[in-house]
């Protein structure tokens, strides 16, 4: 008997009478682990500040044995929790808790040990891989931060969305909602009971002798850099008994959380007179910074399509020239500079892919409460160089990096003032034997600012500056078997051996360079939002043709392409966005889930549906995927944080949309077994598999 073609279709996609077949039994097991993945990285993949110990004393540590990695391996350690007064101002004031960690010396006779301090402003100081260069012949001891590290925490989400939500970091919207955020964080805090009188960087040296006696030690050495190393400066001021050396890298003398015009333009005279003696430079300007000054005057304010954001370049331009070497890509002076001789001849696609980065990094970049209550050290100095005139250039690259830090100036009324923050902000003198290390093209801590501010108040201090570095990133990255020497020899002698340095040279032709960069970044999304789209045009077309796609190409575009279809997507959403609406963050809610969901949704739609299938399954079918891929994508976008959580809302889109598809399979199925049990005992097979 010859079955009639509309019947043999219609037999062709009866569904399944059994609710679990093979099939659904291993996406669902695949489902549950993805799941079971995203639920653990939302619940389970950090770790809370550990709290004040119940019963616990001020002055307390409590450690136990742990281990530490460093870039040397796994070394023995102590980890644990120093109990200490938030505000030691105030009898009554609440203790909080900071973590310690002490990695112990493989010397049987360890010399001083050395508490090392990190800069920032705004970051933790219980990250040091570099420790292994010292725990050989001492303790290495790392005391966590108040307002950064612990109990009590600074951060300022409303800072981070007002710098999110920026069309400009240097415009005065920007600086505006700076300030206003900074206010609000400040009230909240205060609000939830936090002393902000206590986050001084005095009473911070106030932790570190904590927990130098409780840690039994006679005398500590300091290894500092950056910001860290005005810390250093005020423990030597307040307590030389209890130092032995002390070691700067990068000094940051009082009154230098702010940069002036004139120290700018040293730095990229500097570089300059090398790009001169350097060919492949030199043939593309004759005079660098001649050529730099004249692009600052005009930056451009788009790369075909693509928008820059003028303040975003002047930022990343700055902290890029920071460190000399290319170790610290993407922002790292040889690319930095490229960009601008490239935008100088006409491409100024590395402008935008820093105009780019400034958005993604910066808002997140430091815990902003403890970066303001740090940063008010220099308060004085900051009003002095906002009200005369230390502001007139603003094309300068040293003015952009202040006035982002100090939001225009609107830092000093946005945050609190702490009692003791003038009491340090002058250079004292200090007996403590101290070496300062720096380097010639060092942007953020010029060496010249040691030697003329601190040196002259160091009657035991001496001075390396190193040929050709740049910041401390420079310094433990660059020739360390040199800085290894440098550091462990002045520790233990108090000699000064920089035999092993040789000058370093700036490559100017670095192998990957922003703007190429940019190129390959915007080429992918490009390329990726238009596959998104073509694909998504050709699946509809397949199915219009062939009725439906086969079981293994199903499953292919169910399971995998959906990571294709989720980054286009993306990729093409951010284009119209940064296009048209430049001051909507790029980890927006919206902008992550929708055009994440959107294409994940309707692919995973063509994938299951068969062309001869109701109207009303089609529809059902259709509401269950674009449903599952909203709140999949949804649900997945805040199990974290950061880059991340985009790939999670691809994982979470994808899982939603099969899901819920799923469901809906099995659903008919027992709905055809239900009223057929006779005609469901031999089940008709499926094309859909769903």
């Given at each position: 008997m010859t079955?009639?073609?509309?019947?043999?279709?219609?037999?062709?996609?009866?569904?399944?009478?059994?609710?679990?077949?093979?099939?659904?039994?291993?996406?669902?097991?695949?489902?549950?682990?993805?799941?079971?993945?995203?639920?653990?990285?939302?619940?389970?993949?950090?770790?809370?500040?550990?709290?004040?110990p119940e019963g616990a004393q001020a002055g307390d540590l409590i450690l136990d044995r742990c281990d530490y990695e460093t870039e040397n391996g796994s070394y023995e350690a102590d980890c644990g929790t120093l109990v200490v007064p938030e505000n030691r101002a105030d009898p009554q004031s609440r203790l909080i808790a900071l973590p310690v960690t002490r990695i112990r010396a493989r010397s049987e006779r360890p010399g001083n040990p050395v508490f090392r301090l990190e800069g920032g402003p705004g970051k933790t100081n219980m990250k040091f891989s570099a420790a292994s260069r010292m725990a050989d012949g001492r303790d290495v001891v790392l005391v966590g931060y108040r307002g950064v590290d612990g109990s009590s925490v600074l951060d300022c989400p409303e800072v981070e969305s007002a710098l999110k939500h920026s069309t400009d970091l240097q415009g005065e919207k920007s600086f505006r909602a700076y300030g206003e955020a900074l206010q609000a964080c400040a009230?909240?805090?205060?609000?939830?009971?936090?002393?902000?009188?206590?986050?001084?960087?005095?009473?911070?040296?106030?932790?570190?002798?904590d927990a130098r006696a409780a840690l039994d030690y006679d005398r500590i050495d300091l290894v500092s850099e950056s910001a860290g190393t005005r810390t250093a400066m005020i423990y030597s001021w307040r307590f030389p008994e209890s130092i032995g050396r002390s070691v700067m890298i990068g000094v940051?003398?009082?009154?230098?959380?702010?940069?002036?015009?004139?120290?700018?333009?040293?730095?990229?005279?500097r570089y300059a007179d090398l790009c001169s003696e350097d060919k492949t430079c030199s043939n593309r300007t004759d005079d660098l910074a001649?050529?730099?000054?004249?692009?600052?005057?005009?930056?451009?304010?788009?790369?075909?399509?693509?928008?820059?954001?003028?303040?975003?370049?002047?930022?990343?331009?700055?902290?890029g020239l920071a460190e000399s070497t290319s170790e610290n890509a993407p922002l790292s002076s040889p690319m930095t500079l490229d960009s601008w001789l490239s935008a100088a001849d006409g491409d100024a696609s590395g402008f935008w892919f820093q105009s780019l980065l400034a958005d993604i990094a910066f808002p997140t970049a430091f815990v902003w409460g403890e970066y303001a209550a740090a940063a008010r050290a220099d308060a004085q100095a900051a009003s002095d160089y906002f009200s005369s005139g230390g502001q007139k250039r603003r094309s300068n690259l040293g003015y952009a990096a202040t006035a982002f830090g100090w939001g225009g100036g609107r830092l000093t009324d946005g945050w609190p003032a702490v009692p003791d923050e003038g009491d340090f902000s002058s250079v004292r003198t200090s007996e403590v034997e101290t070496l300062l290390?720096?380097?010639?093209?060092?942007?953020?801590?010029?060496?010249?600012?040691?030697?003329?501010?601190l040196l002259p108040h160091l009657p035991n201090g001496q001075q390396v500056v190193l040929d050709g570095f740049g910041h401390s990133f420079d310094f433990w990255t660059y020739q360390p078997e040199a800085s290894s020497r440098l550091i462990n020899t002045f520790f233990d002698s108090g000699k000064v051996d920089d035999s092993l340095y040789k000058p370093a040279r700036v490559d100017f032709t670095p192998e990957v360079t922003q703007t190429a960069l940019a190129k390959g970044i915007a080429g992918s999304m490009v390329g990726l939002g238009a596959l998104t789209v073509l694909s998504l045009l050709w699946m509809a077309r397949r199915v219009h043709k062939r009725g439906c796609f086969g079981r293994k190409a199903s499953v292919t575009l169910r399971s995998l392409y959906p990571m294709v279809l989720g980054l286009g997507g993306w990729f093409l959403g951010v284009l119209i966005v940064t296009t048209t609406m430049p001051g909507v963050p790029l980890d927006n809610e919206l902008l992550a889930v929708l055009p994440v969901a959107v294409p994940i949704g309707l692919g995973i739609y063509w994938a299951w549906v068969h062309r001869d299938r109701s109207a009303t399954t089609k529809t059902a079918g259709f509401v269950a995927a674009m449903g599952g891929a909203l709140l999949g994508a949804w649900l997945g976008f805040h199990a974290t944080a950061g880059l991340l959580a985009l790939i999670t809302t691809i994982v979470g889109a994808t899982v939603g949309a099969n899901l819920l598809l799923i469901v809906l399979g099995m659903t008919w199925a027992r709905s055809v077994r239900d009223r057929f049990p006779a005609a469901t005992s031999s089940p008709a097979p499926s094309s859909s598999g769903a």
């Open positions: 079955v009639p073609a509309d019947k043999e279709s219609r037999s062709r996609i009866v569904e399944p009478a059994r609710a679990f077949t093979p099939g659904r039994i291993v996406a669902l097991a695949l489902i549950g682990l993805a799941v079971l993945g995203l639920a653990y990285l939302r619940f389970g993949g950090g770790s809370d500040p550990a709290p004040v009230d909240r805090l205060t609000d939830d009971g936090v002393d902000l009188a206590g986050y001084s960087l005095a009473q911070r040296v106030d932790d570190l002798e940051n003398p009082p009154g230098h959380f702010l940069w002036d015009a004139k120290t700018t333009d040293e730095q990229i005279r001649a050529s730099m000054r004249e692009t600052a005057a005009d930056i451009p304010d788009r790369w075909f399509f693509l928008p820059i954001k003028e303040g975003n370049v002047r930022v990343a331009s700055f902290y290390i720096g380097g010639t093209l060092d942007f953020a801590t010029p060496p010249q600012w040691a030697t003329r501010d």
